[in-house]
């Protein structure tokens, strides 16, 4: 062997080598891209993924990243092929956002037993953090407990003490209706009735027009979505609000909003954690999302996706490997979260997530000063009591 071959022999190791050190991710975004949660996760989701690797900064670091997306349908089986075929032959290393309820549920055991990652932002059945919670899941968000308390809870406290519910017959539907419902009679209101309703029902009448036969004060919309919109829309159409009673939307986001417009959706109180005109940090990120989808300004959602991606890739980081996802999602929960968008806070042994939840109201027209100037802070619910206490969920990770 030459010396010019003994050194092209030398570059050669060094290179596999280097290329051997290199930790490789694959996230796959699953979530609805073409139903009622399109403009609320979608691609404005994959988009938020992206600026999470972006931030990251995986050139200055031995790690290579990429992101692919699909469309779950709403349909738990779509989702769980998906997740299958990703996990087993895509190499897929974490399954992030998955909203419905019903699909979560479905796609949190297959991650658990391939033994990889879900991150959890749109999807919000409390039993993710229940009985159903499982090491190689963080649920970062929201979820139907901290709806059901916030906005349960003060509505009751403000005079709303009889309720009837318009429920989207699924699993998101039944447990924040059931979570609500328990808040209500919890501090002194009653349920006087409920009705479940198809995912994406375009008319909503002979159901409202049952809350309305109730005589309820409150109709709470246990939907999400362009259901909440619908119906939303139709109560205004109907008149129910000026027959004394107020609907309740108890999971609306500000795609929602501005859909609505605020002439229709003005008073609207609800429960979030993100709004992005909150801080500084969330309107930088804001201005950087828009251009990447639709000029919309990011969901909670979305902007969820991005923060447990974010703090995914540094646990990552900090194991030099994605392989174990029970080790992976271990090290998240040992590390303190820390984002421009929803701040500092924790993972607890359950996987949820822990951060500030907030109050909002939708301003008027007139109080508006431009489009997507749509909430007004009410209050703030800290994040030791925004969320179910931990010994109250029977999830089986919780020792003691």
């Known amino acids: 062997m030459t010396f010019i071959q003994y050194l092209a022999f030398v570059a050669l190791i060094l290179v596999s080598s280097s290329v051997q050190a290199q930790t490789t991710v694959k996230i796959g975004v699953l979530n609805d891209m073409s139903g009622p949660y399109a403009d609320s996760a979608g691609l404005g989701a994959v988009a938020a993924a992206r600026l999470a690797v972006e931030d990251f900064g995986t050139e200055s670091k031995a790690i290579k990243v990429e992101v692919v997306s ?10 769980s092929n998906i997740a299958r075929v990703w996990l087993d032959v895509d190499k897929v290393d ?14 949190n055991e297959i991650v658990r037993k391939k033994n990889k990652v879900l991150l959890v932002s749109s999807g919000a059945t409390s039993e993710l953090t229940g009985s159903r919670c499982s090491p190689n899941t963080v649920h970062w968000t929201y979820d139907t407990w901290a709806l059901a308390n916030a906005t349960g809870k003060v509505t009751v406290k403000s005079g709303g003490d009889t309720w009837f519910f318009i429920t989207a017959d699924n699993a998101f539907g039944h447990a924040l209706a059931h979570d609500t419902a328990s808040v209500v009679e919890a501090n002194g209101g009653k349920v006087l009735g409920e009705v479940r309703v198809p995912l994406n029902t375009s008319d909503f009448s002979s159901f409202l027009l049952q809350a309305q036969q109730s005589k309820a004060k409150i109709i709470g919309l246990a939907n999400g979505g362009g259901d909440t919109i619908n119906s939303i829309k139709q109560a205004a159409e109907f008149g129910l609000t000026g027959s004394g009673q107020k609907v309740a939307g108890l999971r609306v986001l500000v795609t929602d909003v501005h859909s609505l417009g605020l002439r229709t959706a003005q008073g609207l109180t609800f429960t979030e954690s993100f709004y992005w005109d909150r801080t500084d940090g969330s309107r930088a990120f804001a201005k950087r999302f828009a251009p990447l989808y639709k000029g919309n300004m990011p969901t909670e959602l979305q902007a969820g996706v991005y923060a447990a991606v974010l703090h995914y890739l540094k646990a990552v980081e900090a194991l030099k490997s994605a392989a174990d996802g029970k080790a992976v999602v271990a090290k998240m929960k040992e590390m303190p979260t820390d984002d421009p968008l929803f701040g500092k806070g924790s993972i607890r042994a359950d996987g949820r997530k822990v951060h500030d939840m907030y109050l909002f109201e939708v301003k008027t027209p007139d109080e508006s000063k431009g489009q997507w100037d749509y909430y007004r802070q009410l209050a703030i619910i800290p994040a030791a009591e925004a969320f179910r206490p931990l010994r109250e969920g029977n999830c089986p990770l919780v020792g003691g």
Not at 70 to 79: E, L, M, S, Y
Not at 94 to 107: G, Q, T
């Open 70 to 79: 699909a469309d779950h349908q709403n349909k738990p089986d779509v989702g």
């Open 94 to 107: 974490v399954i992030v956002d998955v909203p419905n309820s019903s699909v979560v549920l479905a796609v």
